[in-house]
Structures are given as C-alpha cells and as structure tokens.
C-alpha cells in the first residue's frame, strides 16, 4: 500500500500545470442576520465559476472557490481570510459588507491579495486598500443622485433619516444629509437601528412626528418588515432608499407600494435568469447578479494571466483589472480607479414591480 500510495503521488507532482485547478477564496455571511444576502452572493459566485467550469475551465484549470461563513462580524473575517490566504494560498477573497470589507482591507494590502466587494458600498472602502477593487459604486455618488431627484423632481423639501447603525448605514446617512442640503433641502431628524434589529415602530414614530416629507431609508437587511411597520404607523411621507431596496421580498411586499429608490444598473438576459433559477430554486436578482458580475472581472483577469503566461498573484490581477479596465458583461464596468463606474437609475416599486422612472447616466 506504502508503494501504490508514493506512485500515485508521484503520478500527481508528474501532472502537467494546465491540471491544476485555481483556487479562490470567499468570506461572506451564510448564517445569520446577513445570510439572506450572503447566501445570494455565494450563488452569483458559483454560477460564474460553474459556467466557466462548464466550458473547461481557464485555460485548462478548473476554478474552485473556497467559501466561509464570518456571520457579517469584523472579527471572524479576519480570521478567515488570514486562513484561505496563509493556508488555502489564494491570491482573490470575494467579500461582502462593509464593517467585514474594511477590517479585511489592510490585511489584502499587507498579503497583496486581491480583495473582491460587489455589493457593499461604504465611501471608506473607496480608498481602504489599493487591493480592494469595488465592482459597485460606493454610497456617495449614488446617494447624491437620490438627493438631486427628491429635492428636485419630486419636490420633497423635508426628509427625515432611518439608518443602520454600522459602517454602510452611518456613511450612507452623513452622504444623504450632505447632499440633500447641498440641494436645497432640510433635514429634521435621524434615528439609528442596530443592525438585526426589524422592530422600526419606535424609530418610525419619533420621525413621523416631526412631518417629513420623505423619509430616507438606509438598512441593509430587514426591508420588508420595514414596509409592513410603515404602513402600520399609517406613514404619510414618501419612503426613499438605495440599491438596499432590491430586495425580492420587498419588492414583492404589497406595503412598499410606491416606494422610491436609486439602482445601480444590472442587467442579465432573460435565458441566464431561467438558468440560475432552475440552478438554486430563487431569482437571479440584484446581489447574485452584482457577484456573478464581479466573479467575471476577476475571471476575466485570470484568462488575461493565464494567455500571458503570467502567474496568478493578487498584485498581477490587480495589475491586469487596472489594464483592461472597461468590462463589459452583464452590465458594463469601468475602472478608472479601483472602484468601479457605472449607470445609476431612480426605479419606484409599483404593482409588485420594481420599476426605472429615470436614467441617470455615469458622469
């Protein structure tokens, strides 16, 4: 047994590169309060991998992503990625959330590996880490497209803000209140929610008693108990949020009628929908559209190693993201920075239906 055991190993060193697969790394929450969004970005994930898988791999390697469940906590995720990088050796980790994106960041500058966010849009992730590439805009600008329309074409000159207190829902907050007063507008009140927390009666109530007329919205989870409760306190200010809003549940959620939100443009053919729903029982929605998108770029930049004879280094695929640049999958992607440009829609849920209103073009 001790022979047929060396000879197969020695059989297995003996293979030839083209053999070997390429191993990626994903920290993202499965359990938990967040895994209702963690859990879609691990199948916008795997539905890139297995597609590419399909067709043979890059090259001849097959990819295997590696993922592991941080419960969207700061703390596990450092661990973690100190894991699949020290360990796994992977040269990308896919992550989402921003608390976990930011304390993952200095460690991707530290280990050159390239760190992946497509979903979570804090401003601080902008500049956290030249290792952290954002596929999705950061709160800012998006946030300043919100305002402009709300004070602007709907002609709300009042708001009142409901936001999470963490890293995404305080940045989205300070960003909403700046440029909503840069427009013109005034803001009369703030209360934060912990995060978990879907129990907004409280909140709700104390900012409806000063008279808003609208209310800006800034959660990450816990949409559809959100549209149910305002309803409840029988609200009578507009609700406006962001790209949080294109929860499945939400939408779907007879309460959120009429509710308003900026989207970050995400398409995807009707075929490729049909797939992954037969593939995972659930829509191809926004968050595994977002990962199956950022998990092409980063299999984009593969390829263009792999053709070049190049080895599979964070700092070569940052290098060749920067180089390419514009990615034009299911939604085009421009990377004059490390954080990605692309189009910007206002959509307002009507009759079950999140529709776009307006077509705000990347500036």
């Known amino acids: ?43 916008g994930i795997q539905f890139a991998v297995d597609e590419v898988n399909a067709k043979g791999g890059i090259g001849g390697h097959l990819i295997e992503v590696q993922f592991e469940d941080n419960q969207a906590k700061p703390d596990q995720s450092v661990l973690l990625f100190n894991k699949l990088v020290d ?24 280990k050159k590996t390239l760190l992946v966010n497509g979903g979570a849009q804090a401003d601080a992730l902008d500049k956290a880490s030249p ?26 000159k009042t708001a009142a803000v409901l936001y999470e207190n963490n890293a995404a829902g305080i940045a989205g907050r ?72 294109s929860d499945p549940e939400l939408i779907a959620n007879p309460n959120a009628e009429g509710f308003t939100h900026t989207q970050v443009l995400i398409n995807a053919p009707d075929g490729m929908a049909a797939a992954f729903k037969a593939k995972f029982g659930t829509e191809f929605d926004f968050f595994p559209k977002q990962y199956y998108n950022a998990t092409t770029i980063v299999l984009s ?39 990605a440009a692309t189009q910007i829609n206002m959509n307002r849920l009507t009759n079950k239906t999140d529709t776009i209103i307006k077509v705000i073009p990347p500036k």
Not at 87 to 95: D, E, I, S, Y
Not at 214 to 243: C, E, H, W
Request: one cysteine or more; glycine letters at 8%.
């Open 1 to 43: 047994m001790l022979r047929i055991s060396a000879f197969a190993l020695a059989m297995a060193l003996a293979l030839p590169a083209w053999a070997q697969p390429i191993r990626l790394g994903a920290v993202l929450p499965l359990t938990g309060p967040a895994a209702v969004v963690g859990t879609q970005e691990q199948r």
């Open 87 to 110: 360990l796994v050796k992977v040269p990308v980790v896919f992550t989402g959330y921003s608390g976990p994106t930011l304390a993952m960041a200095p460690l991707a500058t530290r």
């Open 131 to 156: 290792y952290l590439i954002n596929t999705i805009p950061v709160l800012a600008g998006e946030l300043e497209v919100l305002a402009d329309y709300l004070f602007g074409d709907a002609s709300k």
């Open 174 to 245: 300070d960003d909403f209140v700046a440029s909503y007063t840069k427009a013109g507008g005034k803001v009369l009140a703030q209360e934060p929610v912990q995060f978990g927390d879907t129990n907004y009666r409280p909140a709700l109530l104390k900012l409806g008693a000063t008279n808003p007329d609208v209310l800006f919205v800034i959660i990450t989870s816990g949409t559809p108990q959100l549209a149910d409760q305002v309803r409840q306190v029988d609200a009578k200010y507009m609700v406006a949020g962001n790209t949080f809003f």
């Open 301 to 339: 930049c593969i390829e263009h190693l792999v053709k070049a004879g190049k080895p599979i280094t964070g700092e070569a695929l940052r290098t060749a993201l920067l180089e390419i640049k514009t990615f034009k999958g299911i939604t085009t992607t421009v990377f004059n920075t490390n954080t």
